[in-house]
């Protein structure tokens, strides 16, 4: 009896679904998405586990992804920061508004990829996909880290 319940514990443990793969943790920056969201809006498979990162140039703390490079060397990533009100005015300047996410959303140029910055309520999020810009799936990634910050 004893052994049939050990096998029925260690039967159930191995059928569990991993941990991550289609509930976000909403722990630390990289809980806010799945690696199935951000994979989506990549249109490729992550390569790496996100890493958390606290970036001035990028607006502050927020998670990383990275896709791997394509045969032409194309990298593919993205990343998702919090940023707070000042730096999300800081960055308004000298921006293209966009509409169909948030309260008020705007886009530029950054450094390595297009940036995304919206504000929904209180709340502010930026996004970036890049090599290539990818306007739709920032919008998607925005819209989903903003409805499950509190």
């Known amino acids: 009896m004893l052994k049939q319940f050990i096998c029925l514990i260690l039967v159930a443990a191995c059928s569990s679904k991993p941990v991550n793969q289609e509930q976000p943790t909403l722990q630390g920056y990289c809980g ?3 690696n199935a969201e951000v994979e989506a809006a990549l249109g490729r498979s992550l390569t790496e ?4 990162i ?4 990028l607006g ?3 998670c990383s992804y990275f896709a791997g490079k394509d045969g032409n060397g194309v990298a593919y990533f993205g990343y998702v920061v919090i940023p707070d009100k000042t730096t999300f005015e800081k960055n308004k300047p000298d921006s293209e508004a ?3 996410v948030g309260d008020e959303a705007f886009r530029f140029n950054g450094p390595d ?3 995304l910055w919206v504000r929904k309520g209180d709340h502010y999020v930026m996004v970036a996909i890049g090599d290539e810009p990818d306007p739709e ?3 998607t990634l925005a819209a989903l ?3 499950r910050l509190k």
């Open 32 to 34: 806010y998405l799945t």
């Open 49 to 52: 586990t996100p890493i958390e």
């Open 137 to 139: 799936g920032s919008k």
């Open 60 to 62: 502050g703390k927020g």
């Open 54 to 57: 606290n970036e001035d140039y």
């Open 113 to 115: 990829a297009q940036q």
């Open 145 to 147: 880290v903003l409805s």
């Open 98 to 100: 966009v509409s169909g």
